[in-house]
T-cell receptor
Framework: DTAVSQTPKYLVTQMGNDKSIKCEQNLGHDTMYWYKQDSKKFLKIMFSYNNKELIINETVPNRFSPKSPDKAHLNLHINSLELGDSAVYFC?????????????FGEGSWLTVV | EDQVTQSPEALRLQEGESSSLNCSYTVSGLRGLFWYRQDPGKGPEFLFTLYSAGEEKEKERLKATLTKKESFLHITAPKPEDSATYLCAVQANLRNQFYFGTGTSLTVIP
């Protein structure tokens, strides 16, 4: 019954590999996000999609590519993983993009690059 | 530059010892201020939204208030289960995106 679900929860991989994190929301929301949380708990937005269209694309290396097949799914693909990519990645959604819309987060995906 | 600062970084309280967490912000065109609770190994869980100065919201032992430059999360008679990291986020005018603070890690000791 999870509202925003993402898989895998834990991912350990070697430098240079390519990996994907999948996200699905069953809230009927129009907007989905990817956030990155570093070791100091700082949450920073990476991407925002509204109805499958890219709205926000912060200064993220182009090794990170989001894909939204429909408005309930937003996957994150990462090429050529680097040590500095180790972090927790949160998928989130909100009813719409705009004023006063609460963002609801998934449980996170812990990525460790070795 | 838009900024959100939370203090203290960490707070240890005895059970029943009330206190407040602070979130100060410098953004142009505040659209909303949000409080979240994050437990270890979990995603942030939504607590409150405040939209204008003077507004207050309450939920169990938590009460959030908002002024033009900061928000407080007051915790009354906390219990050990209130231990978590509390995150503040502001939604600013220009792109309506969220800016998060780095959180306050609260530990309530029985």
């Amino acid at each position: 019954d999870t509202a925003v679900s993402q898989t895998p929860k834990y991912l350990v991989t070697q430098m240079g590999n390519d990996k994907s994190i999948k996200c699905e929301q069953n809230l009927g929301h129009d907007t989905m996000y990817w956030y990155k949380q570093d070791s100091k708990k700082f949450l920073k937005i990476m991407f925002s999609y509204n109805n499958k269209e890219l709205i926000i694309n912060e200064t993220v290396p182009n090794r990170f590519s989001p894909k939204s097949p429909d408005k309930a799914h937003l996957n994150l693909h990462i090429n050529s993983l680097e040590l500095g990519d180790s972090a927790v990645y949160f998928c989130a959604s909100s009813p719409q993009q705009g004023w006063g819309n609460t963002i609801y987060f998934g449980e996170g995906s812990w990525l460790t690059v070795v | 530059e838009d900024q959100v600062t939370q203090s203290p970084e960490a707070l240890r309280l005895q059970e029943g010892e009330s206190s407040s967490l602070n979130c100060s912000y410098t953004v142009s065109g505040l659209r909303g201020l949000f409080w979240y609770r994050q437990d270890p190994g979990k995603g942030p869980e939504f607590l409150f939204t405040l939209y204008s100065a003077g507004e207050e919201k309450e939920k169990e032992r938590l009460k959030a208030t908002l002024t033009k430059k900061e928000s407080f999360l007051h915790i009354t008679a906390p219990k050990p289960e209130d231990s978590a990291t509390y995150l503040c986020a502001v939604q600013a005018n220009l792109r309506n995106q969220f800016y998060f603070g780095t959180g306050t890690s609260l530990t309530v000791i029985p």
